[in-house]
C-alpha cells in the first residue's frame, strides 16, 4: 500500500512568481536594466505550510501529484448561469502551468519530496465552484 497525504488551502490560486525586467531611467537620464526577482507570495507558502501540517516525512521516489483548483464563480454572472457553472471546467487565469509550478516548489526542499524531479505523474483540473481553494493530493508510486 503506497502512501497517500490530502489537504486543502483555501484562497485563490497564484501562479509561479516570474522574475520582472524593466527599464530604469535616471535623473541624469542614464539608462539601465534593473532584474526584480518577486517573492514566492502567499499561495507557495500556504502550500508549504499546509502540506508540513499533513505530511510527516518527505516521500521517497516517484511522487504522483493531483492538483484540483476550485474558482469562484464571478458574481457578475447571472444566477442561471451561476448554477450551471457550479462544477464545470473552468478557463480562467492562472494557467496550470504556472499554478503547477508553484504547487511543486512548495512541494520540495524535503517538505513533501526532496526535489520536484522526484515527480513522475500529475494531475490538474480547475473548476468554478463557490469557493477559491486548492486541493492538493499526493502520493508515492
Do not use: C
Given at each position: ?5 490530502t ?5 485563490k ?6 522574475p ?36 510527516p ?5 516517484s ?16 444566477k442561471k ?11 480562467a487565469?492562472p ?24 515527480v ?22
Amino acid at each position: 500500500m503506497s502512501e497517500s497525504y490530502t489537504f486543502t488551502v483555501l484562497g485563490k490560486a497564484s501562479g509561479k512568481a516570474r522574475p520582472r525586467t524593466m527599464r530604469v531611467t535616471k535623473k541624469t537620464g542614464e539608462q539601465k536594466m534593473v532584474t526584480h526577482s518577486p517573492d514566492p507570495g502567499w499561495f507557495q507558502y500556504n502550500v508549504r505550510k499546509a502540506a508540513q501540517e499533513v505530511i510527516p516525512a518527505p516521500l521517497e521516489g516517484s511522487v504522483f501529484v493531483e492538483v484540483i483548483v476550485e474558482r469562484r464563480i464571478p458574481k457578475s454572472w447571472s444566477k442561471k448561469r451561476q448554477v450551471e457553472a457550479v462544477g464545470r471546467y473552468a478557463t480562467a487565469k492562472p494557467d496550470a502551468s504556472n499554478v503547477l509550478s508553484a504547487v511543486h516548489d512548495a512541494l520540495g526542499g524535503g517538505v513533501a519530496y526532496q526535489d520536484d524531479v522526484q515527480v513522475a505523474k500529475t494531475s490538474f483540473v480547475r473548476l468554478w465552484a463557490s469557493r477559491d481553494a486548492t486541493t492538493i493530493t499526493m502520493e508515492a508510486l
